[in-house]
């Protein structure tokens, strides 16, 4: 069901661009209408390009999606695409990588728009940076995968990340791993040792000698070491 995953995944991000957008009534009813059809997508039993194989645009409709919609899921099988998705992409391009890269930051959409109303966030301090991105990647979506690398690798090694980062990393990019966790055994907050030799556990005292372990291994207990 490859078309239904599509759509359903063009409509979500739809959703999102209209919710960076100011909110209108509009566009409350836009998004209540996507997420409509996107749940009706989600529980089809069958790809929706069967649905249209057989009865058509009055087939869609027939499922209880909306007929703007209707005919976006119709040209979307047909072309591949859906227009006014890719003209709402393009518009919001940048509001679009802003918003990424905050949100990988934690930062919830809602958050972002109360900061930025209360100037916690100035906007267009990230325009351009963000539109350099833009031009950098080729496209949103790598835009975001850049941003996304960045942020793994950062946050795993507790470093803090502009977006003027992405462009600093670029030649390393695809280079950049997360810092691995390492997690190591200790018993009452002294570290552990296995002996593969002797197929038993050790406690290394605060002196550094080995102490035979003689607790339920249940009493182990595992710590992240950076």
């Known amino acids: 069901m490859e078309n239904n995953k599509n759509i ?10 209209l919710q960076i957008m100011k909110t209108k009534s509009e566009t409350v009813f836009k998004i209540s209408a996507y ?8 529980n089809l039993k069958n790809d929706i390009s069967e649905v249209y ?8 409709k027939g499922l209880g999606i909306g007929e703007k919609n209707a005919k976006k899921i119709e040209e979307y099988i047909k072309k591949g695409k859906i227009k006014d998705f890719e003209d709402l992409k393009s518009e919001n391009s940048i509001r679009s990588i802003i918003t990424h ?7 919830s959409l809602q958050e972002l728009k ?6 916690k966030i100035i906007y267009s301090r990230f325009t351009k940076p963000a539109q350099q991105l833009l031009e ?3 496209s949103i979506e790598k835009s975001k995968e850049a941003i ?3 942020a793994l690798w950062a946050n795993s090694r507790k470093l803090d990340y502009t977006i003027e980062t992405v462009f600093k990393k670029w030649l390393e990019l695809d280079r950049l791993k997360p810092k691995e966790v390492v997690k190591k055994p200790f018993y009452k907050g002294d570290p552990m040792i296995w002996s593969e030799a002797k197929r038993k556990w050790y406690i290394i005292d605060k002196h550094g000698s080995w102490l035979l372990f003689a607790d339920k291994e249940s009493q182990i207990e595992w710590k992240t070491v950076d």
């Not at 359903?8 to 661009?17: A, D, G, Q, S, V």
């Not at 109360?114 to 100037?119: D, F, G, T, Y």
């Open 35 to 42: 997420r409509k059809a996107i749940n009706i997508l989600n």
């Open 148 to 150: 996304d690398k960045v």
């Open 8 to 17: 359903i995944k063009i409509f979500e991000e739809t959703i999102e661009l």
């Open 53 to 60: 194989k057989e009865k058509g645009l009055s087939g869609i």
């Open 101 to 107: 890269f905050f949100r990988s930051k934690g930062l």
């Open 114 to 119: 109360e900061n930025a109303k209360k100037r």
């Open 136 to 138: 950098l990647a080729g």
